[in-house]
């Protein structure tokens, strides 16, 4: 990655497109374009790719190659995941939904649309840490309920959610389970099988594949709704022309992650581990948000007596880019729903920041930025 001397601790919100991967879709922008779902040979030829792309991503999964959906990314799979999955249930007298409170979003959003057609939605409330815990999930579970959504990791602490657990619980309750895989995919291998998953969403730009492109995997028989309408296409469940390239970068993208996950994680947590141990020696009253099991890259700081803006700010001005949360709500810089959630005030979320370290991350890097970082907090307090 070329960022010259400026310094990207940004990869939860994005990451750049790895240029192996970009090799792998160049043909299909200008030699191989046409409609695969044409019925000449060169619709054949896209189809072609779509299939191997589809049966690659299925068997990384462990799942059927029929299972899995191409959609525009993360927000428009938790929008169907949630949205089609719930209005399908309520069809079968299990109209209720459950979602955590620390989802992204895409899922919070889609649950205030369910409302507004009349459907509950139960929103699960988290620990101190960001998880929602089993013992909760099941005191909320009621016959009535047809659908929990638990994500697998959250976006803006790296939490790991007992979605295994989360899931055994909402199928003893008759209950569909659907994770939000997005941040988790760059870091956990996903066996759909193992987490236990009916639904489940993942987004290529989180992992260095391009940006648009995602999958939301549906387990064989789970009763669909569409939420994209148009042609036949992704089985009579998706319409709109299959974007072949993305979906050529999507498959590619994750399949070498998978390859070198276990290097770039060690890594990627060393890296983590350096910048606290630098950034704590000078910021000793700084916190972590969050607690336990975390994803290696990314880490919620708590600045006491420090503004996040004027914080995020000051360090774009010396070219490190970070975060105050997630980005589709950077613009607003309103309290973190997640923080709050977890119990934080106000205060104490808008003096919170998101660092989300990546593969081509330096030492040299890190020990900069930490540097940096505390510097910009004593000058902002004064
Ligand atoms: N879910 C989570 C947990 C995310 O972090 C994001 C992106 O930040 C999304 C969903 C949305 O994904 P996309 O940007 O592909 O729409």
Known sequence: ????????????????????????????????????????????????????????????????????????????????????????????????????????????????????????????????????????????????????????????????????????????????????????????????????ADLLSFSAHKFYGPKGIGALYIRRGTGMERLISGGEQERGLRGGTVNVPSVVGLAAAYEKTLRDLDKNNAKIRALKMLFLKEFFAEIPEARINGGGESLPGILNLRLPGVDNAAFLFNMDLHGVALSAGSACAASSLKPSHVLTAMGLSEKEAGSSVRLSFGRDNTEEEIVRGAALAAEICKKIRG
């Open 1 to 196: 990655m070329e960022t010259g001397t400026r310094i990207y601790f940004d990869h939860a919100a994005t990451t750049p497109l790895d240029r192996e991967v970009f090799e792998k879709m160049r043909p299909y922008f200008t030699d191989v374009f046409g409609n695969a779902d044409s019925l000449h040979s060169f619709g054949r030829e896209g189809m072609r790719a779509v299939d191997e792309s589809r049966d690659l991503i299925a068997s990384l999964i462990g799942a059927r190659p029929e299972e899995v959906y191409f959609t525009s990314g993360g927000t428009e799979s938790d929008n169907w995941a949630i949205l089609g999955a719930a209005r399908a249930q309520r069809k079968k007298g299990k109209p209720k939904v459950l979602i955590s409170a620390v989802e992204h979003h895409a899922a919070i959003s889609a649950g205030e649309r369910l409302e507004k057609e009349g459907i509950p939605v139960g929103r699960i409330p988290v620990n101190k840490e960001g998880r929602a815990e089993p013992e909760t999930v099941r005191a909320m579970l009621t016959p009535e309920v047809g659908l929990v959504a638990v994500m697998a990791a959250n976006n803006e602490t790296g939490a790991v959610q007992p979605f295994r657990e989360c899931a055994r619980l909402a199928h003893e309750n008759g209950s569909l389970f659907f994770t939000d895989a997005v941040q988790a995919a760059p870091y956990l291998r996903i066996d759909v099988e193992d987490w236990g």
